[in-house]
């Protein structure tokens, strides 16, 4: 079993459409959450960062669920510009700090 | 302008012949880390390093070596590089902090025939 893993999409949705990605987690000594994005071939960037209380930026929200060990990202009203690949991060410290990526998922946003 | 970058973008080369990617920042980061990127497989880590002198295995370091003898620089040097080595590198940095966020170089695609 992979240690993050992702739905395996792809995604295509229209313009406007409301869209939600999950990951789950295995390692229970992973402390830190992101969502990153990338284009096709381009460096990760990221998107943003997934706290226990939830955290929203305009139209993404993310959440985390540590008893679960289960994130979720929602990007509501879906742009073209949206489409790209989200990765689910996972860092990990014994000691020093291992980062885990998901597979990533992606999302083709239609007009 | 705050980056990370990678040299070469872009590599074709033999079995065998040794190889070194650079990485720099020039954000005056503690942590830094190279992936390798393949198809279906997603990022894998395979060197990080959270300071100068200090370097730790990933997940997928087999074939790879990596050294911190300066801040901003984190070399990746494949010694004896093989056909399964190739795959697209990227080079990232971040403050030494569990939440910071990961500063990616453009990537390095490398081809070994």
């Known amino acids: 079993r992979k240690e993050v893993e992702q739905d395996p999409g792809p995604f295509n949705v229209p313009e406007g459409a409301t869209v939600a990605f999950n990951c789950t987690y295995s390692n229970s000594a992973s402390q830190s959450f992101f969502w990153y994005r990338q284009d096709c071939r381009k460096e990760p960037k990221l998107l943003m960062s997934v706290y226990s209380s939830g955290n929203e930026d305009g139209r993404f929200t993310a959440q985390l669920n540590r008893a679960s060990q289960y994130i979720s990202l929602l990007i509501r009203d879906s742009k073209l510009s949206d489409s790209a690949t989200y990765l689910c991060v996972v860092n990990i410290y014994p000691g020093g700090f291992k980062t885990i990526f998901g597979a990533g998922t992606r999302l083709f946003v239609k007009a | 302008e705050a980056q990370v970058t990678q040299n070469p973008r872009y590599l074709i080369t033999v079995t065998g012949k040794k190889l070194t990617v650079t990485c720099s920042q020039n954000?005056?980061?503690?942590?830094m880390s190279w992936y390798r990127q393949d198809p279906g497989l997603g990022l894998r880590q395979i060197y990080y390093s959270m300071n100068v002198e200090v370097t730790d295995k990933g997940d997928v370091p087999e074939g790879y070596k990596v050294s911190r003898k300066e801040k901003r620089n984190f070399p990746l040097i494949l010694e004896s590089p093989s056909p399964n080595q190739t795959s697209l590198y990227f080079c990232a940095s971040s403050r030494a902090t569990r939440t910071d966020t990961q500063y990616f170089g453009p990537g390095t695609r490398l081809t070994v025939l």
């Open positions: 954000m005056n980061h503690e942590y």
